[in-house]
């Protein structure tokens, strides 16, 4: 075959106006209903779902769990109920044993005139469940000597279609007849195989030709999941090559500062600063970013570490590689409350190693910019902490040479890549975060990311208790609030304020602060909200912080970062409000110190069974990657925090992100390995691989980028 026809698609000269049932109009439709504007589109829509018709139920065996069932049987009567607009058939239809209501709303004539009493039909429907009792409303009815006259047997493929297919009549069963048109073609001329044999042999995987035919007409369960199997890791191995072959190319072509040796500020700072060892988890990711740094192409790593996993710490150790190597840091937080904590940490462990630390946020005084533009640029700091104010254009470093953001989902991809201009060279970027990226992510979306994983906690920290508790329970969770504030403990009570500009959260908020003040007269009690002045945030913060404040009420702004490790209750107001992954980073808030924590979540009675379970899940797990694994099922992949601004650069037909997790690793692992053998794809036997991820490129046009 020459290479322009390998290029076009095999069945790019079938023009798919010219199957059976399709026509002009309908193409016009299939393409604007459902992109499907060729032969290959129209092979690759798979059903969403398949009903047994290989056999007959009885009706005592209809259950709430089916979809569909077809059953063999007669009409006993058929009889007017109703008037004018509520006018209705009523048929009564027997198996022989029992009897089910099956009733017509419309068409009332044409029933009348062609359904029969006592002649055998095949009835298929949904069952619905009206006044206790299952019946169906306008099921398909077909006599059963007709439905005896052609073959039966499998299972029939159901297609999404759309409201406007419908009205045209192109319907799922429209579909599936276009679609024996189409997989005939298919069987006779077979498709060409987008996998090798060899790997076909060794998974013992269909071949593309009969995953197309059973993902359209499979003959049992067993052969549409061979099929499935088959079509998504095709559709994830090529996934796998296109974003781990963009890693390699990017890591070749961006050189990076070299910093090739720890020098006296690391090594002092280790041997003689360090507060306490590092877990065995920091040593690891500090090995792996010292690793990039001194390799010569820029970092581009994730740093991902639960909440409290000390990721301040392999920060700073970091910084000081920098500084060893003469090149200056940045830490950039997403608010001034976390800058201001970053910075005093940063400061209480590195006095005394003459170290050049500053903070610079959106209320840094004048006088204190011109200090710190000064020695930006004489090269006298070493490390500028601080907010969004890091990427204005009037803050130039001498020599920047390592970039650190902290909390990565709060900070756009714009915003990074500003940071990038700031040297001759982009520095080396670590991005640190606490919201786990479920496993299968961490594989897919952000395959061409070195990411670092931190999954061991410091030594000593009990694990926090969680609860889910009713409202009506509240004055429980007051007394026991108590008996923790008089054994030393502080306590945060949480309220959603999901929009900052929502008066109704911030009035909830507010009653709540007014309550608690009430009842706990005689603590202090401190409030903490988006919406105030930031000076006055951050005296509140501070109260707190210092122990003067025992109970803080305060909205997500305390999500992220806050190092408070006398606290040992949070209290969650409306837990149902929060995302799984937001109720963990503020339980993350408490088991910060030696005490045994508490984590309460309040809800009301009424809750949905997607809410009780992310309760569930949170009282049963503090593993953030569990946590993070249950998010991603319940809420789907593409409403992750953070995963959006990656996206993957083509949309998924079959294979899931969320449910998918043992392909994803076997074609992510699949695709190292030829990638490590032959990365341009040159081998005869990758010849395959390269040829159609050429093609892919072609048809992808928003290829998006990561950074
Ligand atoms: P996060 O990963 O959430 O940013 P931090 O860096 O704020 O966590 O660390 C949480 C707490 O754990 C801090 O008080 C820090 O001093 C402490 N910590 C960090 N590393 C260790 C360690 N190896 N041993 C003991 N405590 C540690
Ligand atoms: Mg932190």
Redesign the pocket.
């Known amino acids: 075959m020459c290479q322009s026809e390998n290029i076009m698609g095999q069945f790019d000269n079938i023009d798919i106006k010219f199957l059976p049932g399709v026509g002009p109009r309908r193409v016009e439709l299939l393409k604007k209903e459902l992109g499907i504007e060729n032969f290959d589109d129209l092979i690759h829509f798979y059903p969403y779902k398949y009903i047994d018709r290989s056999r007959f139920y009885l009706i005592r065996e209809i259950d709430s769990d089916q979809t569909f069932v077809q059953i063999k049987g007669h009409f006993i009567s058929i009889e007017s109920e109703g008037q004018g607009r509520t006018a209705r058939l009523k048929g009564i239809f027997t198996d022989g044993r029992d009897t089910i209501d099956v009733v017509w709303f419309s068409g009332l004539n044409y029933v009348r005139d062609n359904v029969k009493i006592g002649i055998e039909y095949v009835l298929f429907g949904k069952p619905a469940i009206y006044n206790y009792s299952y019946n169906f409303s306008h099921p398909e009815l077909e006599l059963f000597t007709k439905y005896q006259s052609h073959a039966h047997g499998g299972l029939e493929p159901y297609y999404n279609t759309t409201g406007k297919m419908k009205t045209s009549h192109l319907t799922s069963k429209v579909m599936k007849s276009i679609m024996e048109g189409a997989v005939k073609i298919v069987r006779e001329y077979k498709i060409t195989e987008r996998l090798p044999a060899e790997i076909l042999e060794r998974y013992h995987m269909l071949n593309l030709t009969n995953s197309i035919i059973n993902i359209h007409f499979p003959a049992n369960i067993d052969s549409v999941n061979r099929a499935r199997e088959r079509l998504k890791f095709e559709e994830l191995l090529y996934l796998q090559l296109m974003l781990q072959r963009q890693c390699l190319q990017r890591e070749s072509q961006s050189q990076g500062f070299i910093m090739r040796s720890v020098g006296n500020y690391f090594n002092t700072f280790y041997f003689r600063h360090l ?5 065995g988890a ?1 040593k690891r990711v500090v090995r792996e970013i010292f690793e990039d740094m001194r390799s010569g192409r820029q970092m581009n790593r994730l740093l991902q ?11 700073l150790l970091c910084c000081l590689i920098a500084a060893d190597n003469g090149y200056q840091s940045c830490i950039m937080a997403p608010t001034e409350v976390l800058a201001n ?1 970053h910075l005093e ?1 940063l400061l209480g ?1 590195t006095s005394g190693l003459g170290i050049n630390i500053r903070l610079l946020t959106g209320s840094t005084t004048k006088k204190q910019r011109e200090i710190i533009h000064r020695e930006l640029q004489d090269g006298t700091l070493h490390i500028l902490v601080g907010t969004h104010a890091l990427i204005e254009d009037n803050v130039v470093f001498r020599n920047l040479g390592l970039a650190i953001i ?1 909390e990565q989902h709060r900070f756009g991809v714009a915003q990074r890549a500003k940071l990038w201009t700031k040297n001759t060279l982009p520095p080396h970027v670590l991005v ?1 975060t ?1 919201t786990p990226i479920p496993r299968t992510l961490a594989m897919t979306v952000y395959g061409d990311l070195r990411v670092s994983v ?1 999954d061991e906690m ?4 009990k694990p926090v208790q969680t609860f889910h508790r009713y409202i009506e329970q509240r004055g429980q969770i007051y007394s026991f609030a108590q008996k923790q504030i008089e054994a030393g403990r502080q306590v945060y009570f949480v309220f959603p304020l999901i929009d900052e500009n929502e008066k109704l959260d911030l009035a909830s908020l507010e009653a709540g602060y007014e309550e608690i003040s009430n009842v706990f007269y005689q603590f202090k009690v401190c409030m903490v909200h988006g919406r105030m002045a930031s000076a006055q945030k951050d005296a509140n913060m501070a109260l707190f912080a210092s122990g003067q404040a025992q109970i803080m009420v305060a909205t997500t702004v305390i999500e992220v ?1 806050v ?1 408070v ?1 006398n606290a040992s209750v949070m209290v969650i107001e409306n837990a149902e409000r929060f995302g799984l992954s937001q109720l963990h980073q503020l339980r ?1 808030r408490v088991g ?2 030696a005490d045994q924590s508490f984590c309460i979540l309040l809800t009301g009675y009424k809750l949905s069974k997607d809410t009780k379970k992310r309760m569930d899940i949170m009282v049963q797990t503090n593993d953030g990657f569990q946590i993070a694994d249950a998010d991603l099922q319940l809420r789907g992949p593409g409403d992750m925090e953070g995963t959006q601004q990656s996206g993957i650069p083509f949309e998924l037909k079959i294979a899931n992100l969320a449910t998918d997790g043992a392909i994803i690793e076997r074609a992510r692992n699949e695709a190292q390995k030829i990638l490590a053998d032959d990365p341009e794809l040159t081998a005869p036997q990758n010849r395959i691989y390269a040829d159609n991820l050429k093609k892919m490129k072609q048809q992808i046009h928003d290829w998006s980028e990561i950074s």
Do not use: E
Not at 275 to 279: H, N, S, W
Not at 458 to 461: A, S
């Open positions: 507060p306490f060892a590092l877990t920091q570490g639960d909440v409290g996993s000390g990721k301040t710490l392999v920060a904590q940490s462990m902290d640190m606490a931190i410091p030594p000593g920290r970062g190092n490790p993350g910060r110190g």
